[in-house]
């Protein structure tokens, strides 16, 4: 008994080391096949480059890492708007009691609602596109733009929230009104910072037709990284002016636009069309060619992004309002006031009860 006992144990052994030697190698294989594969995709980006292929052995940055974990962040930032969203849309059952013509304080609460709607909206497209880039297996240079295409759905998400903060404070804080603009307006200058900032590696990448890397490298736009660093300065510098300047005319009262419903209508509109046409741009601009050389940053793809993003940001911040208590047309106090009671009606329905029970 023994005997077969300790056979039947070193049976079980054999048969454990086997299993693990054969996960073992299958293991080592795919980590070969890996290794081979990045290899293959490093010497094709060094190939036929010369000088040139001293810089890309260094500082390489992998977009679509970071891209794929920028879209949680997205997504979880626009999903705070939907709190706000549910708040400001209870005001007008809490204040029942208020008089229901329109004034600039519920033009201002609507457009604070359509901040917020647009910001939810954005943070969800501008995920979706962001996880799409992601889960791309080469790093070719197609994702430079389809990224810059990307970024302007986000960042419309981050300007949207911040200027629905700005519009409710200026209804009920607004001596800190210009202190949260200006927070607004830099939401959307940093996210220029980040949008035009990525022209700067667009030398970096290759195309999937390693062969002809030569030919192909002189037919781009950016050719070297000194000169996709001088795009990307002259990107920012262009791109933000717009929203230095809105945000010069609005804290000196230079352009001071009144709460307007129509105006506000427009906005949102034009921010609903800009959110879905360049989530959809980013969508089309990361697919690849069928003849394997894909094309980088064309001259107007390196300035619409961050323009789009420099203007959207300049138009909320002139928009948005300094003062709208100080103006009488908030919900004051006589504008809610409760209804009035009837006393003759209370003292006969008294005296019919009174009579009616007998006393």
């Not at 917020?116 to 733009?145: C, D």
């Not at 949207?160 to 009104?177: K, Q, T």
């Not at 192909?216 to 230095?244: K, M, T, Y």
């Not at 609005?250 to 001071?256: F, G, N, P, T």
Request: hydrophobic share 50%.
């Amino acid at each position: 008994m023994d005997i077969l006992a300790a056979a039947r144990v070193t049976r079980r052994i054999m048969l454990a080391v086997r299993h693990e030697l054969a996960d073992e190698t299958v293991g080592n294989y795919n980590k070969r096949q890996d290794a081979g594969a990045a290899a293959s995709i490093g010497s094709n980006l060094l190939e036929a480059d010369g000088a040139g292929g001293s810089d890309r052995r260094h500082g390489q940055f992998d977009l679509r890492a970071a891209v794929g974990a920028y879209a949680p962040i997205i997504a979880l930032f626009g999903s705070l708007a939907v709190p706000a969203i549910v708040l400001l849309l209870t005001v007008p059952a809490l204040n029942s009691n208020c008089k229901p013509s329109p004034s600039p304080a519920t033009a201002a609460t609507g457009f604070a609602t359509g901040l917020l709607v647009l910001g939810m909206l954005g943070g969800l497209l501008g995920a979706l596109a962001a996880a799409a880039i992601g889960a791309e297996r080469e790093l070719t240079v197609n994702l430079i733009p389809a990224v810059m295409y990307m970024a302007v759905p986000a960042i419309a998400s981050v300007v949207s929230i911040l200027g629905a903060f700005e519009v409710l404070v200026a209804l009920y804080l607004p001596a800190s009104a210009t202190l949260f603009a200006i927070i607004a307006a830099t939401g959307g200058l940093f996210g220029v910072i980040f949008t035009a900032f990525a022209v700067a590696d667009s030398p970096r990448l290759g195309s999937t037709a390693p062969a002809s890397y030569q030919e192909w490298i002189e037919g781009e736009l950016l050719q070297d990284a000194r000169q996709a660093r001088r795009w990307a300065l002259s990107v920012f510098a262009v791109a933000s002016a717009p929203i230095f300047i809105s945000l010069f005319l609005w804290y000196w009262q230079i352009i001071k636009l009144p709460p307007n419903s129509g105006r506000y209508d427009i906005l949102i509109g034009s921010g609903l069309g800009l959110i879905i046409t360049f989530t959809a741009r980013s969508e089309i601009r990361a697919t690849h060619t069928t003849h394997g050389k894909d094309r980088g940053l064309r001259p107007y793809e390196a300035f619409l992004p961050c323009l789009a993003i420099g203007l959207y940001t300049a138009a909320v911040v002139i928009l948005m309002p300094h003062n709208i208590l100080n103006k009488g047309s908030a919900h004051t106090a006589s504008q809610c006031t409760a209804p009035a009671v009837d006393q003759r009606s209370i003292q006969d329905t008294y005296y019919r009860r009174v009579n009616n029970s007998g006393l």
